[in-house]
């Protein structure tokens, strides 16, 4: 069974830095990948990075040169450094784990493409 528990979240002012992390449990490292989603009040969750199991990385143009995904295979966790916190930053974080059957995953930011979630973490950036 898959299980995604995210931490880290927390209220910063503009220009700190953040750093959340994911635990991952029943998921096969060299068949997943791991995601970032986030959603800010009144709008649609929207990808923020992935990774695959071969450290491909994806990122949304929005957090590119601010945020970090990283994944540690020994402790099956996922990590999101972000840096430069803006205003703009403040969401729900989710994790969320895509997983392939054969070969590496595609580092995908379709929501859809990902079949397992954590309940979220609260970042609040303000000015």
């Known amino acids: 069974q898959v299980q995604l528990v995210e931490s880290g979240g927390g209220s910063v002012q503009a220009g700190e830095s953040l750093t959340l992390s994911c635990a991952a449990s029943?998921?096969?490292?060299?068949?997943?990948?791991l995601g970032w989603f986030r959603q800010a009040p009144g709008k649609e969750r929207e990808g923020v990075a992935v990774i695959n199991s071969i450290t491909t990385t994806r990122y949304a143009d929005s957090v590119k040169g601010r945020f970090t995904i990283s994944r540690d295979k020994a402790k099956n966790t996922l990590y999101l450094q972000m840096n430069s916190l803006k205003p703009e930053d403040t969401a729900m974080y989710f994790c969320a784990a895509s997983v392939v059957t054969f070969g590496t995953c595609y580092t995908t930011l379709v929501e859809s493409d990902y079949s397992y979630w954590g309940q979220g973490t609260q970042v609040t950036v303000s000015s």
């Open positions: 029943g998921v096969t490292y060299t068949r997943s990948c």
